[in-house]
């Protein structure tokens, strides 16, 4: 077989070999006859919302057990007519046999993605919380530039951007930012993207036109539906309320109807100004609190899982995940997988799958690379 067929087949059995890791092969055959069993009895609907959790449990591995069969037989078929090509000779169905191993190793990847996406807020709505690191003008320049990226990001997704609280820079950029990402599976994408990112560039405030290494951090954590109880403390609670800035209308700066919620046992901080009403503010914070609250337990859970920790870190060097170096040359490289792109603009522009595919299967496998980071 040809070196090019073959690289294709072996990565559509990587794809394929993680995506049976991670559902547990054996286990998920199991799991799928029992829920086979369980929607054939006449008494599931007594209860609709145990029921609901059945069906779409059955539906995901069902889905999942059925792509990965269909890919593996695909590949099988494919392999199969071109070895019959290339004992007859037959260069023209050769060839055919490589570009539908292409397309098949495509799809592999999009339902390796896919199956990857069953955590247990995955398909929720999410949260990206943007914050500078030290160094003033630069270290806000960079974290507008994060939150224009996540926003194109979901634009790509045909996901609904909300800009919930912004606190904009002296000069340019931006202190904070909070973003409402609305899209199927908007969570399980993008929580892979918490961490500190590290811009290196010729700083366009330098009058002396010298590079400058800026920090942001980014913050992921997903929207909680009415499923989830999250109780909070009324008394565990500071609350503050200030003027909002930014675009609004006069009404926006004349009123305290800003809202900032402080969890005084966690210590977690959360704000809301885009409403004109304090009270809605408040209500849009303390949604924001319960999913704080909510993503920490989710992570104490992997962390346990995985013995791995993956807490939040200071935003300054040592602790970045991703790399970004426009000058003296371009390269993004994610210090946690390896995956680089010599396209800047492009992943400032939104272009981020490859990061987020690589980072969720190495959750599944747990294997660390020695990646080093860059000048």
């Known amino acids: 077989m040809r070196a090019e067929a073959q690289a294709l087949v072996d990565q ?8 049976r890791r991670f559902l547990d092969w054996d286990r998920a055959l199991r799991r ?25 449990e059955r539906r995901r591995l069902d889905e999942a057990i059925a792509a ?39 799809r592999a990847e999009h339902d390796k993605v896919m199956a990857l996406l069953a955590g ?65 599976n908007a969570y399980g994408y993008a929580k892979t993207e918490s961490g500190v990112h590290r811009l290196v560039r010729i700083s366009p405030y330098d009058s002396a036109a010298r590079r400058h290494t800026s920090f942001a951090s980014v913050w992921v954590y997903p929207v909680i539906d009415d499923n989830i109880d999250i109780e909070i403390n009324e008394s565990e609670l500071r609350i503050d309320t200030y003027r909002a800035s930014g675009a609004g209308g006069q009404h926006i700066n004349t009123t305290d109807s800003a809202v900032r919620i402080t969890h005084l046992p966690t210590n977690i901080v959360v704000q809301c100004q885009n409403q004109r009403s304090q009270h809605k503010n408040r209500a849009e914070a303390m949604n924001q609190l319960k999913a704080r609250l909510y993503e920490a337990e989710l992570r104490r859970r992997e962390e346990e899982a995985n013995a791995v920790s993956a807490s939040k870190t200071d935003i300054g060097w040592g602790h970045q995940i991703r790399s970004y170096v426009l000058q003296p040359y371009q390269l993004v490289k994610d210090l946690r997988t390896g995956v680089t792109s010599t396209s800047p603009g492009d992943v400032l522009d939104g272009d981020l799958d490859k990061f987020m595919a690589a980072a969720l299967s190495q959750r599944v496998t747990g294997e660390t690379v020695d990646v080093e980071d860059v000048d």
């Open 120 to 184: 247990e807020a995955d398909g929720n709505d999410t949260y990206v919380e943007v914050n500078a690191g030290a160094g003033g003008t630069e270290s806000q320049d960079w974290a507008g530039m994060l939150q224009r990226m996540y926003t194109r990001w979901a634009e790509r997704h045909g996901m609904k951007v909300e800009l919930l609280d912004q606190h904009s820079g002296e000069q340019a950029g931006i202190k904070s930012a909070t973003l409402l990402l609305k899209g199927e």
């Open 12 to 19: 559509i059995n990587a794809a394929m070999a993680l995506v």
């Open 68 to 106: 990965t069969r269909a890919i593996e037989g695909e590949r099988d078929d494919t392999v199969e007519l071109m070895e019959l090509a290339e004992a007859e000779g037959d260069e023209a169905l050769v060839d055919d046999g490589v570009a539908a191993l292409a397309a098949l190793a495509e």
């Open 32 to 56: 799928l006859d029992e829920l086979n069993a369980r929607v054939e009895d006449s008494t599931l609907w007594d209860d609709p919302k145990a029921a609901q959790d059945v069906m779409r």
